[in-house]
């Protein structure tokens, strides 16, 4: 009981204190002036300085002042949509503001129409989650808050501020590194590519003709493929640069890639994994005396295998369209087969045709879905030419169906489905992580 009570008036003292500091000082030091205006008074933005550059309007579009590479014009409205609903509250007059800049001190440039407008990014204030800018101008602090909507959930009131803060901090930190334009096709005016070459350490080299719409290696048959141009570009799209780096005295390491173009331009991209001895995403374009540091996926531009491009999905001799009725046999030693029958395909109702013979609804359920590249398992992961196989093991599950003979079974929480037909191996990754590998081991039983 006495330490209930301690601990409830070392609360108390703490909550006050926290009054005392951000309410009652501030009064009897401060006067505090409240208005309500945007912190730019300006309906146009003529440039953005930061400490590492500055980006303007050319008339029709944003550029960098000091480097040669396009901003990405999108990012460019974001931030000026943000930087115009910056709002201020209150204005604080008085001599000593290192109150408001104790955690946090970054200068940015406005300039508009009007005149060039210089401000420090303050603290924020943790109650509300607004946040102090110095006019340096007026030498005024001005309490602010950021109208601008936040696509992200929250807690409270106090919570959107916060995030709306850090948002702002890392805008005015990042500074010009925020608008570069990160896809590499559209920045060095690629609108044709006729042929590419990916040549990494992890796969075969690629050769992608898009004329001829084919990769070496080639798909196998029957596997058809996706539209390569459609696949590319996205996969460039991806690329997120982080910072652009003067080329001086750094020095580059372990190449991991190369991704060679040629179209209506040709265009050669080599990726390393470290500069300066520090690991990192780098890339170099041949031609351009800058070094991008970049963000992107495991499974990025520079990775790509002919698999990327191919459509991995079953084909079967025979088509399951206008058909009322399917039968299909089941076996787990590739010699006794039992009989079933999907006798309404409609509402996917099944029968066991052969004699003592039941069956789980729900481990055929997954079956189904997995040979018909339904719901989780609409393509595989990894698709491979596949000739030789082992005495089969009760854990693997042979099926005659529509014309083909399959074999599933689950291996390292992964899913494999042999096409025997075909020679192909086909990988699935298990969306539901709830399958073992003794899954399709337990299908139906024999009383």
Not at 124 to 149: H, Q, R, W
Not at 206 to 215: A, V
Not at 346 to 358: G, L, M, P, Q, W
Request: contains cysteine.
């Amino acid at each position: 009981m006495k330490l209930n009570i301690i601990l409830f008036f070392v609360l108390i003292g703490i909550l006050s204190g926290i009054y005392f500091s951000e309410e009652v000082y501030k009064k009897d030091v401060l006067e505090k002036e409240s208005i309500e205006q945007s912190l730019i008074q300006s309906e146009k933005i003529l440039s953005l300085e930061f400490a590492n550059g500055s980006i303007e309007f050319a008339g029709d579009f944003w550029v960098s002042k000091n480097i040669q590479w396009p901003l990405n014009q999108g990012s460019v409205d974001y931030i000026l949509k943000l930087v115009k609903g910056i709002k201020v509250l209150q204005k604080i007059s008085g001599k000593d503001f290192n109150e408001f800049f104790r955690k946090n001190r970054q200068s940015f440039s406005v300039q508009t129409p009007e005149g060039v407008f210089h401000f420090d990014l303050g603290d924020s204030a943790e109650a509300t989650g607004n946040f102090y800018i110095l006019n340096k101008e007026k030498n005024e602090v001005y309490l602010c808050e950021d109208t601008t909507a936040l696509n992200t959930a929250f807690s409270s009131d106090r919570d959107l501020g916060l995030k709306k803060y850090l948002r702002l901090v890392e805008f005015v930190n990042r500074g010009v590194d925020l608008f570069w334009e990160s896809n590499f096709l559209k920045a060095m005016g690629i609108s044709e590519v006729s042929q590419a070459m990916i040549d990494s350490v992890r796969n075969r080299p690629l050769e992608i003709d898009f004329i001829k719409r084919e990769t070496k290696p080639a798909a196998p048959s029957p596997l058809s493929y996706k539209d390569l141009n459609s696949v590319f570009s996205r996969y460039f799209a991806e690329i997120n640069i982080i910072k652009l780096i003067d080329k001086g005295q750094n020095y580059l390491t372990d190449q991991r890639s190369v991704v060679t173009l040629d179209g209506n331009q040709k265009l050669k991209l080599t990726y390393y994994s470290a500069m300066n001895d520090s690991y990192g995403k780098f890339i170099r374009v041949d031609g351009i005396d800058y070094i991008f540091q970049v963000d992107m996926d495991e499974q990025n531009i520079f990775f790509l295998s002919g698999k990327d491009f191919w459509n991995k999905r079953f084909h079967y001799p025979k088509s399951i369209n206008n058909l009322t009725s399917l039968d299909f046999a089941l076996s787990f030693d590739q010699k006794a087969y039992y009989d079933f029958q999907v006798y309404d395909l409609e509402n996917f109702k099944i029968r066991a045709t052969s004699d003592k013979v039941s069956f789980s609804k729900v481990h055929m359920n997954v079956l189904f879905n997995l040979l018909l590249n339904l719901v989780d398992f609409k393509e595989a992961m990894f698709v491979e030419t596949f000739h030789h196989f082992d005495n089969p093991e009760r854990s693997r599950l042979w099926i005659n169906f529509l014309g083909s003979t399959m074999v599933v079974w689950i291996e390292d929480n992964v899913i494999k489905v042999l096409d025997k037909n075909n020679g192909l191996l086909y990988y699935f990754a298990d969306q539901s992580g709830q399958l073992t590998e003794g899954f399709f081991g337990q299908i139906f039983t024999v009383n």
